[in-house]
Nanobody, 122 residues
């Protein structure tokens, strides 16, 4: 399974962006899916996750500003980012926990996208 992100870019503080991530390939399940980010000089951190039953989890720093959603039929996860701040500047990575059916049963994998840059200027 491959994850491909899109939707990054540059925006002024207070603006909005919408990220998308499409998972392609064969999998028994792709659950959960989520977004992480890594700012320059900092470690990668959780932004938000969503399960196939649409249960969500957010980092405190983005609650009330970001909304994660998914389309199970399209194996796509979205991140709507509103009221962006300069501290949201980072490379945003899509993440997915994947279950693959094999002869012996199931294999569990974790995949990452290549990342998309979000730059918020003051």
């Amino acid at each position: 399974v491959q994850l491909v992100e899109s939707g990054g870019g540059s925006v002024q503080s207070g603006g909005s962006l919408r990220l998308s991530c499409v998972a392609s390939g064969n999998a028994y399940s792709i659950d959960p899916m989520g977004w992480y980010r890594q700012a320059p000089g900092k470690e990668r951190e959780l932004v938000a996750t969503i399960t196939s039953s649409f249960a969500t989890n957010y980092a405190d720093s983005v609650k009330g500003r970001f909304t994660i959603s998914r389309d199970n039929a399209k194996n796509t996860v979205y991140l709507q980012m509103n009221s962006l701040k300069s501290e949201d500047t980072a490379v945003y990575f899509c993440n997915a926990k994947i279950t693959v059916a094999i002869i012996e049963g199931y294999s569990y994998l974790e995949e990452w996208g290549r990342g998309t840059l979000v730059t918020v200027s003051a």
